[in-house]
């Protein structure tokens, strides 16, 4: 499943950055496949009101996707 943490840290509206893994393939959230990479993404979440902005656009998307009401949707469709 999806790592629940993340979906946490959206909700609260925390900058996030994840790992470049399978998990999060299709998802508008921030991917990272280094330490460098990492810390310039951090640095520029820290520095940048844009990036910050961008970052919680990208998190509120999926966030509706992964909503209670949309999954029952999906469902509804799969099901229907």
Not at 10 to 33: H, N, S
Not at 40 to 51: K, N
Not at 55 to 66: D, H, S
């Amino acid at each position: 499943g999806f790592p629940l943490s993340v979906l946490d840290a959206l909700a609260l509206g925390t900058p996030t950055l994840v790992r470049d893994i399978p998990a999060f393939e299709g998802t508008p959230l921030w991917a990272v496949d280094s330490p460098a990479v990492a810390a310039d993404r951090a640095l520029a979440l820290l520095t940048s009101r844009e990036q910050r902005e961008a970052n919680r656009r990208a998190g509120a998307q999926l966030l509706t996707t992964m909503s209670p009401d949309a999954q029952q949707a999906a469902l509804a469709q799969l099901y229907g």
